[in-house]
C-alpha cells in the first residue's frame, strides 16, 4: 500500500553513496492499475524487479515489508548478483510455524465483502496510522488494494516461490541486514530470528521507538543501518 516516494528520505541521508532506483508497484503510487498476467502478484512484482538489476556486476538490495520478501526473492534466485542485502520488516510469514493464523480475521472479512473493515484491521497492526485517521482518499484507495494484499499475503503464507527451500537462503552469502522496529508485531522478530538462522552472514537490528513503518518514522537510524550494511561490501 505504499510509494516509491517513502524513498526519499532515506535516499536524502544516503547522500549519494550508491545510486538507488526505486518503482511503484502494480496498482500502487503513480503506476496504472494492477493487471493480472497470469501469474501471482509476487511473481509479477518480482519480475519487474528483477528487470531492473544492472546488466552487470552486482546490486545491493533494499526492501521493506513486501518489498523485502522481493528482495530476498531476487537474492536467492540471483545469489551471486547480490553485493548486499538489507531487510527491513520482512513479512516473510511462512518462516512462521503459526503462518496459517495470521490473516485469520481479515480473510474472513474479506470473504463477507467487508473490504473497509478488512482494511481497518490490517492497518491495525501493519500501518503507520489507524485507518480511521487518514484522509478519505488515502482511505479509498488502501480499500481498493486490500485485495492485492490478502492475495500476495497468501503466496507468503505458503512461500509459493519456495524461498525458504533447503539450501536457498544458505546460498545466499552477501552482507545481509535485517531492520526491525522494537514496537513492531511479535511475528517480524520470530521471522527475522529464523532468517537470520540460515542466512550465513547476517545481522540483526532493531529501532528503538519504532514499529512496521520504521522506514517513514526513522529515516536517521535506516539510513544508518543501510550505509553500515553497504560498507561491509
Given at each position: 500500500m505504499g510509494s516509491s516516494s517513502y524513498w526519499g528520505p532515506i535516499a536524502a541521508r544516503l547522500g549519494g553513496i550508491v545510486d538507488l532506483h526505486a518503482f511503484d508497484a502494480p496498482g500502487h503510487g503513480r503506476s496504472g492499475p494492477h493487471e493480472p498476467d497470469g501469474t501471482d502478484y509476487?511473481?509479477?512484482?518480482?519480475g519487474l524487479a528483477a528487470?531492473?538489476?544492472?546488466?552487470?556486476?552486482?546490486?545491493?538490495?533494499?526492501?521493506?515489508?513486501?518489498?523485502?520478501?522481493?528482495?530476498?526473492?531476487?537474492?536467492?534466485?540471483?545469489p551471486?548478483?547480490?553485493?548486499t542485502l538489507t531487510l527491513i520488516e520482512p513479512v516473510?510469514?511462512?518462516?512462521?510455524?503459526?503462518a496459517g493464523s495470521v490473516f485469520t480475521r481479515v480473510d474472513a472479512l474479506l470473504a463477507e465483502g467487508r473490504d473497509e473493515d478488512a482494511?481497518?484491521?490490517?492497518?491495525?497492526?501493519?500501518?503507520?496510522?489507524?485507518?480511521?485517521?487518514?484522509?478519505?482518499?488515502?482511505?479509498?484507495r488502501m480499500t481498493a488494494q486490500m485485495r492485492i494484499?490478502?492475495?500476495v499475503n497468501d503466496s507468503l503464507v505458503h512461500d509459493r516461490a519456495r524461498m525458504l527451500a533447503a539450501g536457498r537462503l544458505e546460498?545466499?552469502?552477501?552482507?545481509?541486514?535485517?531492520?526491525?522496529?522494537?514496537?513492531?508485531?511479535?511475528?517480524?522478530?520470530?521471522?527475522?530470528?529464523?532468517?537470520?538462522?540460515?542466512?550465513?552472514?547476517?545481522?540483526?537490528?532493531?529501532?528503538a521507538g519504532a514499529a512496521h513503518m520504521v522506514p517513514i518514522t526513522?529515516?536517521?537510524?535506516?539510513?544508518?543501518?543501510?550505509?553500515?550494511?553497504?560498507?561491509?561490501?
Open positions: 509476487h511473481t509479477q512484482l518480482t528487470a531492473r538489476l544492472p546488466s552487470g556486476g552486482k546490486a545491493d538490495l533494499i526492501g521493506h515489508s513486501l518489498g523485502a520478501t522481493v528482495a530476498l526473492r531476487l537474492a536467492v534466485e540471483n551471486a548478483r547480490v553485493r516473510m510469514f511462512a518462516a512462521l510455524p503459526d482494511t481497518r484491521e490490517f492497518l491495525g497492526n501493519w500501518g503507520d496510522k489507524p485507518f480511521d485517521a487518514l484522509p478519505a482518499a488515502a482511505r479509498q494484499v490478502a492475495e546460498a545466499v552469502t552477501a552482507p545481509v541486514m535485517l531492520i526491525r522496529g522494537a514496537d513492531s508485531p511479535g511475528s517480524i522478530a520470530r521471522i527475522e530470528e529464523a532468517l537470520a538462522a540460515r542466512l550465513p552472514d547476517a545481522r540483526q537490528a532493531v529501532v526513522h529515516p536517521d537510524d535506516v539510513a544508518a543501518l543501510i550505509a553500515e550494511n553497504l560498507a561491509r561490501a
